[in-house]
Structure formats: C-alpha cells, structure tokens
C-alpha cells in the first residue's frame, strides 16, 4: 500500500525481535526503542526537502547541499510516543517538538484528550506524528485531526508496530497521512492490545503495570 512502509532492514527487524520478548528487561527495551527509532527515522526523512548553501571546506569553496525550509515538528503522541522522540531528536537535534496526550478508555478503546502544545506554524512544516503503537487508530486519528486543525498539511506517522486494524482506520480517516512501521502485526486482541504485539509500550518503556 502506497500509505504504508514497513521497515524490513536487519537491524530493524533484529531489534524488534529482542524487544518483543517478554523477559526482555525496561532499560534494555528502552535503549532498543530509542535505536530502533533512529533507524525508523532515516527512513521517514528520506524525501526531505533540500536546497544548497556556499560553504569554505579546507580544500576549497563548494555549493553544498543541506535542509531546506523551516525545522521539522516532532509530536509524540504521551505517552509512550516519548521513546521514539527521544531517539529522533538525537538524529535532528534541531526539530521543534509537540506534545498530544491521549489515553485510551479501556471500555470503549475510544482516545480522551487531556494534553495538547505544539509548535507555531505548522503549515509551513513538516510534521511527524510519533507513537510505538498503531492498534485500534483511534488515538493516532484524534491526534492527527487535532494537528490538521492547527494547520499542519504535510504530516507523517512513525510507529514501532502496527496492526491491519489501526493501519485502515487511519487510512480511512487520513489517506494523505504515510504510516512508516517496523511491523504490521497479526490483528488485534478482545482488549485492543497488538497480537503477537509486545505488550504495552509505555509499561515497559517506562517499567509500570
């Protein structure tokens, strides 16, 4: 699916296979998050938009190539959004950074809001949306909507894992929205949660229950 990139290079692929495994302790899976969000990220800039600059090498004067147009936005959806942040910003110190917080009602697996900043102008960046986890959509959906209605029109969503479900709801809501992925996983549990998934992200990123 042209909205839709799955990830597939060894090291991502590696690196996810330790990260889902249970036994696997918090502060190890948090440095493979922020590893694996750096590869991800390579991935998702890959088509920024460049133009070129003079600049003085040792050797001589050269037109060199660099970014173009204002800072990209980072958003991490909270609060597990947070571990991929961390890495990207690593990776484009320079991005500006937002902040969507969502929690899913476990009874309707619906989003509520309770936290929103982003930065100004949107519409003159490009925007990537960050989350490890692309289940039910709905978070990632709300999320978006709120971005679109402070401007943004050039956005990306970066996740860890995803399931068919989550990948065609934001399809139906955002279909000019690319979903960059390590996975697309099985389906979808009774309870929402990613099959064979690895968990919830936050509770072991963050090492709560």
């Known amino acids: 699916m042209e909205h839709l990139t799955v990830v597939r290079h060894p090291l991502v692929q590696h690196k996810l296979t330790l990260m889902r495994e249970k036994d696997t302790s918090t502060a ?6 922020r590893e ?5 990220a390579y991935e998702i800039t890959r088509e920024l938009p460049m133009t070129t600059k003079t600049i003085e090498t040792p050797i001589q004067t050269m037109d060199a190539p660099t ?5 990209l936005a980072l958003v991490s959806i ?21 902040f969507v917080g969502l929690y899913r009602d476990e009874e309707t697996l619906k ?25 039910t959509g709905n978070s990632s959906v709300a ?6 209605e402070q401007g943004a ?11 068919p479900e989550g990948v065609a709801r934001m399809k139906e809501a955002h279909p000019d929205v690319p979903i960059v992925t390590a996975a697309v996983d099985t389906q979808l549990d009774e309870n929402g949660y990613i099959v ?3 968990g919830d992200a936050g509770d072991r990123m963050f090492g709560t229950k």
Do not use: H
């Not at 970014?67 to 800072?71: D, H, P």
């Not at 029109?153 to 399931?163: E, H, P, S, V, Y």
């Open 111 to 135: 989003p509520v809001q309770y936290y929103y900043k982003a930065p100004e102008l949107l519409s003159e960046r490009l925007v990537i949306a960050v989350d490890p986890m692309l289940a």
């Open 67 to 71: 970014l173009a147009g204002r800072k």
């Open 36 to 40: 694996i969000s750096q590869l991800l």
């Open 143 to 148: 999320a978006i909507d709120l971005l679109k």
């Open 196 to 198: 064979p998934g690895l």
């Open 78 to 98: 909270l609060r597990a959004g947070n571990g991929l942040l961390d890495g990207i910003l690593e990776l484009v110190p320079s991005a500006r950074v937002g």
């Open 28 to 33: 190890v899976f948090r440095q493979l998050l």
């Open 153 to 163: 029109t050039d956005i990306r969503f970066l996740c860890l894992l995803a399931a």
